[in-house]
C-alpha cells in the first residue's frame, strides 16, 4: 500500500484502496491497525530506528501489547487519511502510542497501543537500550 510521508514527522498519509474495503466500500475496521503499524514504522524508521536491523543486529523486537480502539466515523474507498502518532509514556520496556485516524477535519479512529521491547531469543520483555531510548525520548518532547 503506497504511502506519502506528512510535513510533520509524527504524520503518513495513506490512501485507502478497494483491498481495505469490505463490499459497501467502508474500511475493514481491523484495516486501522494496519494503517496505525505502518505510521510507526514509518516514524521510527524516519527517526533512524530501523525495526529489521534491529532483529538482526541487535536480537531485538517491538511487538504489540495492547490496543484499546474506538471508532467514530467510517472511511471509504479512496478517501486520504492522515495517521497522527505520538508517544503518550516512555517505560522501562514499553512505549505507548496515541494514534489517530483523520479525513479532512473529521476523526474516524483513535487508539491507544502499548508496544514493548522484546529479546529476540528468550521472546521475554527486555528493557530498551539507551540509544533507542534516546531517540524515543527526544520524540517525545
Not at 510533520?8 to 459497501?24: F, H, K, P, S, W
Amino acid at each position: 500500500m503506497p504511502t506519502e510521508m506528512s510535513q510533520n514527522a509524527n504524520e503518513l498519509q495513506i490512501r485507502v484502496y478497494y483491498e481495505d474495503t469490505d463490499a459497501g466500500g467502508i474500511v475493514f475496521y481491523a484495516n486501522y491497525l494496519k494503517f496505525f503499524e505502518r505510521a510507526r514504522t514509518e516514524w521510527l524508521r524516519r527517526l533512524g530506528i530501523n525495526q529489521s536491523q534491529l532483529a538482526q543486529t541487535e536480537q531485538v523486537l517491538f511487538v504489540v501489547k495492547q490496543v484499546d480502539t474506538v471508532y467514530m466515523h467510517p472511511a471509504k474507498l479512496d478517501d486520504l487519511l492522515t495517521i497522527h502518532s505520538q508517544i503518550t509514556y516512555l517505560g522501562g520496556a514499553s512505549v505507548h502510542f496515541a494514534q489517530e485516524a483523520w479525513c479532512n477535519e473529521r476523526l474516524l479512529c483513535k487508539s491507544s497501543i502499548v508496544v514493548v521491547c522484546v529479546d529476540a531469543n528468550a521472546m521475554r520483555a527486555t528493557k530498551i537500550k539507551p540509544h533507542l531510548r534516546s531517540i524515543l525520548e527526544q520524540a517525545q518532547d
